[in-house]
């Protein structure tokens, strides 16, 4: 859909949207996920949205809060963080939203990180967060209903693209979070690159476009927000994944998209076929990056729509995101598209030696043009060394190994740095998981490295299954079908894996884990039984 440019922030493309749709829906909270603080689903037009935000810009220019100020909200999956990004960016005022399942040192260290002067939050966390925040200077906790707005003349600030809009701390699996800067330019470059797309993804103003993942998350802040803002669409939030109720939530929102990750699509295959499970006349398509390869074909055809996969990063932002929303799509192969006309990109070995066609290599991205970081973050807050590593050479060093195939398609392969070194070969955890999840009865896993003495890491397998499976047996499934040196040297047995907040395997936790299990001898040690005579 070709939308309306040219504007310098968030808010003020929000305005223009408020003069065109007035009366249409903008935000909206299903009945399903209101029931904590309302009596039933929750919605606001355009209009309605707007009186609101104004009401917000009110109250908060009673803060002594000038330009370039950051302030944390923790509104869980509430519409409240869209509204007070919208009157905080009229502000020139850039959000930081916090994660509530998050742990206390982590909620410290983003909110000390971030020198933010104000935190606003849900009644509930009003306590928890003061707490928090005791011994951080000049930095306000307030529960939302102390904003209250006065009769005063609104003083909004003429800010530009380059401006802070939101401060966004990644999942911090291997370490403490990073703040990833994201400009007004970065959330209008993403809404502009998704309604430009076409294809099987193309929007129109009667779009719906259900989401469960956070709004503390770049998909649905940074990606499904602007999206619905700039085409005259509707932002459904859901609170969190509830997968029984899933299809009768789709069915009464009267969704046309569907955005999730991780092990959603998964799930959603496990549950009983039911004779109402073509979704073909009312859902476009599910954008579903990540999701489990094996599942991606027999997921379309059971349901009638397409589950499109894609990639990006919170750091890469619009200028280097590429998505398989038009054939050759190679259904069921971690294909996530050609790289569009505006970006660059490089795959090269350890040596930063561009490789062929056919061999994987890490992932290098920029923009075209004058300016290679354009749409991208303007960089991590208060680590100017990192931001300039991930940019060596010229080029965002994605961290992601991929392969090129002969039509220009991109092929997903795994993250560098869950690549296992074991004597001298490269194993990419996704490949063992993928063998492992053929297995009938293994319902999900995660692999990664352990230290070998001899040699240098070995692969460490962890299986959940609600049946009686024998390491032994899940080996030889295996080795049928890797290469001797893949097939995992340990096995061990749990009942759940350790999530992000954005349903991923959260692969520092799973290292860690790994570890622990290893040295306390809690695993089958399958090592003996990995020769050469087996590839």
Not at 32 to 38: E, L
Not at 162 to 177: D, F, I, Q, R, V
Request: hydrophobic share 40%.
């Amino acid at each position: 859909m070709t939308v309306k440019r040219g504007f310098s922030t968030v808010f003020q493309a929000f305005e223009a949207a408020v003069k065109r749709h007035a009366t249409r829906p903008f935000l909206r909270v299903p009945a399903i996920s209101s029931g904590t603080y309302a009596d039933d689903a929750v919605e606001y037009s355009y209009a309605a949205a707007h009186l609101c935000v104004l009401r917000l810009i009110s109250a908060y220019q009673e803060r002594s809060l000038v330009p370039g100020d950051r302030v944390a909200l923790a509104f869980d999956s509430r519409l409240e963080t869209y509204l007070h990004l919208l009157a905080l960016n009229a502000l020139g005022i850039s959000i930081v939203p916090l994660n509530s399942s998050a742990t206390d040192s982590d909620i410290s260290h983003i909110v000390s990180h971030s020198d933010c002067r104000l935190i606003v939050v849900l009644p509930e966390y009003l306590d928890r967060l003061k707490s928090i925040a005791a011994d951080i200077n000049d930095c306000q906790v307030i529960a939302e209903a102390e904003l209250v707005p006065v009769d005063s003349d609104m003083d909004l600030v003429a800010s530009d693209l380059m401006t802070e809009a939101a401060l966004l701390y990644t999942s911090g699996t291997t370490g403490k979070p990073k703040g990833c800067m994201l400009s007004n330019e970065y959330f209008l470059g993403i809404g502009y690159w998704y309604n430009d797309l076409g294809g099987i993804c193309n929007l129109d103003e009667n779009d719906r476009l259900l989401t469960p993942l956070p709004p503390n998350h770049m998909n649905a802040l940074c990606t499904s927000f602007p999206a619905m803002l700039l085409c005259g669409g509707c932002v459904i939030q859901v609170d969190r994944f509830h997968p029984r109720s899933w299809w009768q939530t789709v069915r009464e929102e009267d969704a046309t998209i569907i955005h999730c990750l991780g092990v959603m699509t998964a799930i959603l295959l496990t549950l009983p076929e039911a004779v109402d499970d073509d979704f073909t006349d009312q859902i476009k398509f599910c954008f579903g990056p990540g999701s489990d390869p094996r599942h991606q074909l027999v997921f379309e055809k059971r349901f009638g729509f397409p589950l499109v996969e894609a990639w990006a990063m919170t750091e890469s932002g619009s200028g280097g995101i590429t998505i398989a929303h038009q054939d050759p799509r190679h259904v069921g192969q971690r294909c996530i598209g050609r790289p569009f006309d505006t970006t660059e990109c490089r795959i090269v070995d350890e040596k930063s030696t561009d490789v062929v066609p056919g061999q994987t290599g890490e992932l290098l991205v920029r923009s075209k043009g004058d300016n290679p970081r354009k749409r991208f973050f303007s960089g991590y807050y208060k680590d100017e060394v990192a931001t300039e590593a991930g940019w060596d050479g010229g080029w965002w060093h994605t961290g992601d190994v991929v392969r090129e195939g002969e039509d220009g398609c991109l092929f997903f392969v795994d993250r560098r740095k869950n690549v296992i070194r074991r004597s001298g070969e490269n194993i990419a955890a996704v490949e063992v998981e993928a063998t492992l999840l053929q297995h009938p009865n293994i319902l999900a896993c995660a692999v990664c490295a352990v230290p070998d003495e001899i040699r240098g890491d070995e692969v460490f397998s962890f299986i959940i299954s609600d049946k009686e499976l024998r390491a032994e047996d899940i080996f030889d499934h295996c080795l049928a079908n890797l290469t001797y040196f893949k097939v995992p040297g340990y096995i061990a047995f749990v009942p759940t894996l350790p999530l992000t907040a954005s349903q991923k395997v959260s692969r520092g936790e799973i290292k860690t884990l790994a570890r622990a299990r290893l040295n306390e001898g809690d695993c089958t040690d399958l090592r003996s039984r990995k020769r050469r005579t087996h590839s």
